[in-house]
């Protein structure tokens, strides 16, 4: 027994209480003899005194590992001796002259250490990726789905209010353009300030290899009304409506008001969704012509500095190889792209479930799924509309 006059700071200093482990030979088995403290603070203690797999007889008809002399073991000291078993005979070593609370803790610890060798996968990479792939094809495939369902939802919705419009809220969609598209102006603005003056400066000197410096404000013009203004303010957006209406709704989600709206014969498509869906389909194509203003702005201002070229010449230049078509091509996308961002981040809104782990989750994927269809709707319209001569 431990002497009761020894303290609790001190009784790692008794070599008495040190891990010991001394090998027996007893009549055809091997007898492994354990002592001391066997816990976490000598774990290194532990580790010296155990032999290894090597200097245990081989051949023995037994392997037996006495803890008589065993005094105080933790969850550390348990695993090190579960270890140690498995490597010297798995099954075939045991445990011998245990205490009560000893076999319990390692009983415990040998239970965990299987489970967590049985769960433990094998490396297969190529299998592992065709499983993520599938996986991710899949979550497409549900997300396609359920996209297109809600749009049908929508356009129900919308049909109704259309019917009687009386049940259009109209403060919620002023709300809504204020939200979506007048506090976005100062963002996009700069935004597509600084974008349209690098194009106008990178362009100018790429060109300027080929004495065609003046050719940057064509590409600046038409890249601009076609491509970057809508694509620039509509990711704008997507970052900034798609994750509004996702935390608006999921919040209300996950307080339960929207169950709390069909208890009381109120719609929540009609009071939520329609008036965000339509404020955004006024407010982003107004913003791309902002968009557009501010870009060519932008390249006018580095004419000005890089290429020493007044602004009436950099509009004369402009006004020669810029069509009123390029203008509508960028234009056309905007009520398009700006469905598919309302559709989204409502979407993800009513997924949120009844935690604000859910309403982050949700949130996030709104943003990403809203950037990721802005970026392929553009390419496929600028495809359609390339090859139908627009």
């Known amino acids: 027994m431990r002497p009761p006059a020894v303290s609790m700071l001190n009784r790692h200093a008794i070599s008495e209480y040190h891990p010991g482990c001394r090998i027996a030979p007893d009549a055809g088995a091997v007898r492994i003899e354990l002592s001391g403290d066997w816990t976490l603070a000598v774990l290194e203690k532990v580790h010296a005194a155990l032999p290894s797999s090597r200097e245990v007889p081989k051949g023995a008809q037994a392997l037996e590992i006495d803890l008589a002399r065993l005094q105080i073991l933790d969850t550390a000291g348990a695993l090190t001796l579960v270890s140690f078993r498995e490597s010297i005979g798995g099954t075939a070593a045991r445990f011998i002259n245990v205490r009560p609370e000893h076999k319990i803790l390692l009983d415990e610890v040998a239970r965990a250490a299987s489970a967590a060798a049985e769960a433990a996968p094998r490396s297969q990479p190529i299998a592992d990726f065709i499983r993520r792939f599938v ?7 549900r997300d396609a789905i359920s996209l297109t ?8 919705a919308l049909g109704r209010v259309i019917a009687r419009p009386s049940k259009f809220r109209g403060t919620a969609f002023i709300h809504q353009i204020q939200m979506t598209g007048l506090t976005a102006v100062p963002i996009v603005s700069l935004v597509c300030f600084l974008i349209g003056g690098v194009i106008m400066q990178q362009g100018a000197r790429q060109l300027r290899n080929f004495g065609a410096e003046t050719l940057a404000i064509d590409m600046l013009g038409i890249l601009s009304l076609r491509e970057v203004g809508v694509i620039l303010a509509a990711v704008m957006v997507a970052g900034r ?9 999921g919040t209300m989600k996950m307080r339960e008001e929207i169950d709390a709206m069909r208890t009381l014969g109120i719609d929540p498509i009609e009071t939520l969704v329609v008036p965000r869906i339509l404020a955004l389909i006024v ?14 702005a932008g390249g006018a201002v580095m004419s000005k500095v890089y290429l020493a070229l007044d602004t009436p010449i950099f509009l004369q230049r402009l006004n020669a190889a810029v069509t009123a078509k390029h203008f509508y091509v960028g234009l056309i996308k905007a009520p398009f792209v700006a469905l598919v961002i309302g559709l989204v981040g409502c979407l993800e809104g009513l997924r949120v479930t009844g935690s604000a782990e859910s309403v ?11 950037i990721f269809l802005v970026l392929v709707l553009d390419a496929i319209f600028a495809i359609f509309l390339s ?3 627009f």
């Open 360 to 370: 982050g989750t949700q949130v996030t994927a709104a943003v990403v799924k809203a």
């Open 149 to 156: 369902m809600f749009l049908g939802e929508t356009s129900a």
């Open 135 to 141: 996986s991710a094809l899949t979550a497409i495939g």
């Open 283 to 296: 407010a982003l194509p107004l913003l791309v012509f902002v968009a557009d203003i501010m870009c060519l």
């Open 387 to 389: 090859a139908s001569g």
């Open 241 to 249: 409506s798609a994750s509004a209406f996702t935390a608006q709704i």
